[in-house]
């Protein structure tokens, strides 16, 4: 019977073996394959590939796609079958916009395998044997050593100086030491100190673990659970489009419908023509560009944003940023470095030293008293960083093309070697004969090495500042040795006090001398005690302004965070998230204290709360929820597998892309190409833009049709022949508005578009602000029109048609100019700034001239030429509609 045994570390380790069927020589090979038919192999199921197919469809699972393939089967029906091929031709040209983009950014990738090892050490029948990570049960015991990745859930049952990396997992960014001991039932996944988990890795020590949980039963099993029953939902821009295609097609059958009626029961036109009017009314509110024309705009929005070091998985997701009212982020590699770097050094005796440079690159300055100092001619600090140096088995990787560094070992360690390196150390000096070395164990809390030099055999010690302290006898000073007074304790001791309220991880250097040549864990006393270094994974340098940024913009930064809550405080407060409060204030909030307030209460917490810590994945994924139900548009940013069912969850999911998981990017919409959080702020101003730009380009093209729609309506009523045919005003609505419309799509923002609020989460693309704008275009356009073509009428229709067409054209493209903002003076922007525009508007005077003198083409659209003083006066009334916006903008903002 499968059975998995709950709360395993809660449990003595003869309970656990008890529950689990099994003993510290792990099971046989019989008990193994029975248990393995039982439980399945130790995999986690890979999500099926998104097909080609599927993407392709998904390209057509829009209103405004839908609507235009009804127009073109109508179409085809009336025997209008240039028409109809024309609106084919439009559809398939959206959807090849946007499969290009979503299949260069939506590569199926096996996250979750591509975290966990291939091979295991694991005793079978007694002995130790290797076997493939996937055929693990409940019941093995795994036998862990340092460098190896942890393949499956366990609780330890033998341990020696056990520490593990589980960053990815629970965001701690230090090293977890490990022990035997039960912890509490209630205990969060990071408290667990008697347990292993799968994903993670060992960074020393030795251990044995019975196999508690193996595949989906694992705690990155659940997060992949969790990741599958979150309903992937429409975003917000596709909901805008939804209903801007809904306002068109109402307004495209309204008119249709409202033409037929005119035409055959007031007008009475025969059956068969008022069919091919209406037909070209539909056609004339319909806007046949606009899906593409959106598409283009994502597209123009994801290449700026990938020129800015974001890269666009979800093509929708450029816009929605630009709505976003709150950004969940996590600490560890977001806000941080996730590098341990040495801030400070005390020597007892001296004032403080102050370590510039950060991350792993070697390289920096010893800062006393604002001056930079000869470190060579302090020789207690020369000790320290001879014993930083020494004590240590971190090693470093540099990669010279990309000019990284990738550690090797413990972080720790890592910081104190930098260190020894920024002051002088000689790599020689690393290598110095080490007689024996005892790691870095939880119960003493410190580690030890004993190297010889020459003829003297010393043994250095680092470790946690009240284990050498306690152990230590005497101080070194510029003199030599000297015994250690209480009063000079006292200071260390406050020292100490001081660094770790400021959230640094401190680490005492002591020495001694020693004749044997073995190290002997119960002598190591009457130290030498040198001094203390203050350590901390430092924010990014940009990451503090990046914030200030996003609150300028209206949009509120929340820390979410599975490290320990002091060290997420004071990022916080170097980062800006949160400012120096009174003790009244509540600073910050843990899981735990989360777990015990009901939902009125949990509401409160986290709209007045912009830390939490020590957080599971489903606690960061709850918080998320409970915001986006308060009416919040999230984005969340992270790098582990621990963030990955939030970043789903979040209207814009953010992963990093040089330190972030596999799991975490697969679940974003956008990818961080520099792991930078200011990057967040330059893609949220990208994203304000695409939206100005959508509803500009949007309000352009259904300026036309509407316009289009009202003059075919008037004309009817006024007994007059249609001022348009259907294939003229596929023309004006693809070729004239088409060009222009892609290069209205290029704008860059103007203003201070970053200290404005957020847009509204239910701002619609087409709303109130724009109407007066559009009944002015809209009217100026259609008695223009109107105007033209009862003049030109009495010669003959063709001509009228001609004049109206070219109308409607040239007020459309110096409507270009006013929709370059439709809050802005095209004067005060720069009339011809946008080469673009300026490039897309002579084209299109270029192909209106062709398709109307050129003899083949005015044939086949049914155009009679006009002379050229007619063009320039046509063009002349054209330019009403940019004075008229001008005018218009002039009014409404001195108003």
């Not at 000073?477 to 009063?487: D, F, P, S, V």
Request: with cysteine; charged share 20%.
């Amino acid at each position: 019977m499968k059975k998995y045994l709950k709360y395993p570390h809660s449990l003595i380790i003869k309970k656990v073996l008890d529950e689990l069927l099994t003993n510290t020589n792990g099971l046989t090979s019989k008990e193994s394959q029975q248990r393995l038919t039982t439980y399945g192999s130790n995999e986690i199921p890979e999500d099926k590939s998104v097909s080609i197919f599927y993407l392709i469809l998904k390209q057509f699972k829009s209103w405004l796609v839908i609507i235009l393939i009804i127009a073109a089967i109508i179409s085809w029906i009336a025997n209008h079958v240039l028409d109809a091929w024309v609106i084919v031709v439009v559809v398939f040209i959206n959807a090849g916009i946007g499969f290009l983009q979503e299949y260069r950014a939506d590569k199926a990738i096996a996250s979750l395998r591509k975290m966990i090892v291939k091979t295991a050490k694991v005793l079978r029948d007694g002995k130790l044997t290797t076997v493939l990570s996937s055929q693990l049960v409940p019941g093995d015991v795994l036998v862990l050593e340092e460098g190896d990745s942890i393949p499956a859930d366990g609780r330890i049952i033998h341990s020696k100086n056990l520490r593990t990396i589980e960053s990815s997992l629970t965001g701690e960014s230090l090293p977890i030491s490990k022990n035997i001991e039960i912890c509490p039932k209630e205990a969060v996944l990071a408290d667990r100190k008697n347990m292993v988990w799968k994903g993670t890795f060992v960074a020393g020590g030795y251990a044995k673990v019975v196999i508690t949980g193996t595949g989906l039963n694992t705690a990155i099993g659940n997060i992949s659970e969790t990741l599958g029953k979150i309903e992937v939902k429409r975003t917000n821009f596709m909901k805008k489009t939804d209903v801007l295609a809904k306002q068109m097609s109402v307004i495209a059958i309204l008119s249709a419908v409202f033409i037929f009626l005119i035409g055959y029961f007031y007008r009475h036109f025969e059956i068969e023509e008022i069919l091919l009017i209406s037909i070209a009314a539909l056609v004339a509110a319909i806007p046949e560009g606009l899906p593409a024309v959106i598409s283009i705009v994502l597209a123009i929005g994801a290449n700026r944003m990938a020129k800015r070091n974001a890269i666009v998985r979800e093509f929708t997701a450029t816009e929605t940023l630009g709505a976003v009212t709150a950004i969940l982020t996590d600490k560890t590699g977001t806000l941080t470095k996730n590098s341990l770097t040495v801030r400070n050094v005390f020597i007892p005796g001296y004032a403080d030293y102050t370590i510039t440079g950060v991350g792993w690159f070697p390289a920096g300055n010893f800062i006393q008293n604002k001056t930079i100092v000869d470190v060579e001619k302090n020789s207690p600090l020369q000790k320290l960083l001879k014993i930083a140096a020494i004590s240590n088995n971190s090693e470093f990787h540099h990669d010279k093309q990309t000019d990284t560094y990738e550690l090797i070992g413990d972080p720790t360690e890592g910081a104190l070697s930098v260190l020894a390196r920024k002051g002088g150390i000689e790599y020689e000096y690393f290598q110095l004969n080490k007689l024996d070395d005892l790691p870095f164990d939880s119960t003493n809390k410190f580690r030890a090495t004993l190297i010889q030099e020459d003829s003297n055999k010393e043994l250095y010690v680092t470790g946690a500042p009240e284990k050498v302290l306690e152990r230590s006898i005497s101080i070194l000073t510029a003199k030599g040795e000297t015994e250690l007074q209480k009063e000079v304790q006292e200071e260390i001791q406050q020292k100490i006090s001081e660094w770790s309220n400021q959230a640094m991880r401190v680490i005492a250097l002591a020495y001694k001398k020693q004749d044997i040549n073995r190290i002997d864990e119960q002598v190591i006393d009457d130290l030498v005690f040198v001094g203390i270094t203050g350590m901390i994974d430092p924010p990014r340098s940009d990451s503090k302004a990046a914030v200030e940024k996003c609150k300028q913009a209206g949009i509120r930064v929340i820390m979410v965070t599975g490290d320990h809550v002091n060290t997420a405080v004071a990022i916080a407060k170097a980062t800006a998230i949160i400012e120096d409060t009174s003790t009244n204030d509540v600073v910050a909030l843990t899981e735990q204290q989360l777990i015990r307030l009901d939902k009125h209460e949990f509401d409160k917490a986290i709209k007045n709360t912009s830390v939490f810590a020590r957080l599971s994945p489903k606690m960061k994924l709850k918080i998320a929820r409970h915001l986006q139900a308060m009416g919040h548009l999230i984005a969340m940013t992270g790098d582990g597998v621990n963030d990955a069912p939030a970043l789903k969850q979040a209207d814009v999911g953010i992963s990093m892309g040089i330190m972030g998981t596999d799991v975490a990017r697969e679940s974003s919409d956008l990818v961080l190409a520099d792991d930078n959080f200011a990057t967040v702020v330059n893609a949220v101003e990208e994203g304000r833009i695409v939206f100005t730009n959508s509803r500009q380009t949007s309000f352009f093209l259904v300026t036309t049709n509407i316009a289009e729609s009202v003059t075919l309506l008037v004309s009817i009523l006024l007994g007059l022949p249609l001022p348009l045919t259907a294939t003229q005003i596929l023309w004006l609505n693809l070729v004239t508005d088409g060009v222009t419309d892609m290069a209205l799509a290029t704008e860059p923002g103007h203003g201070e578009i970053m200290k404005t609020k957020p847009l509204l989460k239910n701002e619609n693309i087409l709303n109130k602000e724009i109407l007066p704008f559009l009944i002015i275009n809209v009217g100026i356009m259609v008695g223009l029109s109107l105007a033209v073509f009862y003049f030109y009428n009495n010669d003959s229709v063709e001509k009228g048609r001609t004049g109206v067409f070219i109308i409607m054209a040239f007020t459309q493209l110096f409507n270009v100019f006013n929709l370059r903002n439709i809050h802005l003076s095209v004067f005060k922007i720069g009339l011809f700034s946008n080469k673009y525009i300026n490039l897309a508007i002579s084209i299109s005077v270029l192909l209106l001239i062709l398709v109307t003198e050129v003899p083949v083409l005015a044939t086949l659209f049914h155009f009679k030429s006009l002379y050229i003083v007619d063009i320039i006066v046509l063009f002349a009334l054209s330019s009403l509609i940019l004075w008229a916006g001008e005018l218009y903008k002039l009014f409404k903002n001195r108003k």
